[in-house]
């Protein structure tokens, strides 16, 4: 069994005691061995054979970063790393070097720790984007703590924000013999997966569990055991992966969320159909894992 899900693990030594030294920031973002992450709109760079992330000294960006906007994201393999954005708007940079690519696809096809990499800088790259202004007091954010906050630049306000993490759900139930997967009309056709949601305020992650299946099966679970987590930059959340036993099994779909919900056998999901969740989500493990029960 692998030892953790896509785009996790602790490969970044994120030295949050230097997030408030902009004297070493400043310095670490100019030293020789100092790496960049480019992000092209929510893309990162890529190439070789097999697949792995570009990383870029100083001189190779030197004309696309502005030092205020660097994004600081931990020492990886004892090198400073920092993350930047690239405007979509203008044409993918760096075509030597190799191509922009979106995560959910190559995410399974690069190193472990390069994915890890690659996902905490699109995370926090959009998170940027998306909190130009102060939410209390309407007035503009500047980032702080290398890119790791961002501060009101109203001197009345002054609020600090942080970027946000969105805790999910993700959870295979199973009666023993069969477990219940369901499928969203948007997906491609026979696509089934393992039931999902975000937590609610005031709500445990147990509870969110047995709410979200009720909510969209109508199938009650009892027992619920952790499995693993997936940090999910797509944009901001984790998600949290359970077994959950079974104690009934009529299906009804209350909430309307799926297309469809159906008990499968091992045997079903052995034959090809239906199709399973891509190999980079946790929704495929927690499959795999419960498969591998009786192998």
């Known amino acids: 069994m692998q030892d953790q899900n896509v785009f996790a693990g602790a490969f970044v030594e994120r030295s949050g005691e230097r997030r408030k030294d902009p004297e070493w920031l400043s310095r670490a973002a100019r030293s020789a061995d100092c790496r960049f992450v480019p992000v092209w709109g929510d893309r990162c760079l890529v190439g070789g054979e097999p697949p792995h ?9 030197e004309s696309l970063v502005d030092d205020d906007h660097l994004i600081f994201l931990g020492l990886f393999h004892d090198r400073p790393a920092f993350a930047f954005s690239v405007d979509k708007d203008q044409p993918p ?20 720790d390069e994915a890890n990499l690659a996902a905490h800088a699109r995370a926090l790259v959009l998170w940027h984007a998306s909190q130009s202004f102060c939410g209390a007091c309407g007035s ?61 305020p005031g709500e445990s992650l ?3 569990v047995r709410r979200e299946v009720y909510e969209e099966t109508n199938v009650y ?26 104690i009934s099994s009529e299906i009804r779909l209350n909430d309307a969320e799926l297309e469809d919900a159906r008990w499968f056998t091992r045997e079903d999901l052995r034959s090809g159909s239906p199709k399973l969740p891509f190999r980079i989500s946790i929704a495929r493990r927690l499959v795999d894992c419960w498969l591998d029960l009786r192998d």
């Open 53 to 61: 992330a570009i990383l870029l000294d100083r001189a190779r960006v």
């Open 93 to 112: 940079p760096f075509a030597e070097f190799g191509e922009f690519h979106d995560l959910r696809f190559i995410g399974t096809t690069l190193p472990p």
């Open 140 to 200: 503009a954010a500047r980032p702080e703590a290398g890119g790791n906050a961002r501060t009101c630049v109203n001197t009345d306000c002054g609020r600090v924000i942080f970027p946000r993490v969105d805790p999910a759900i993700i959870v295979l139930v199973s009666d023993g013999e069969r477990c219940l997967l369901g499928r969203q009309a948007s997906w491609p056709e026979d696509r089934y997966s393992t039931i999902a949601g975000f937590a609610e």
């Open 206 to 208: 147990e509870d969110a």
């Open 221 to 246: 679970v009892g027992d619920v055991h952790y499995h693993s987590s997936q940090p999910w930059p797509f944009p901001s959340s984790l998600m949290i992966g359970f077994i959950a036993h079974a």
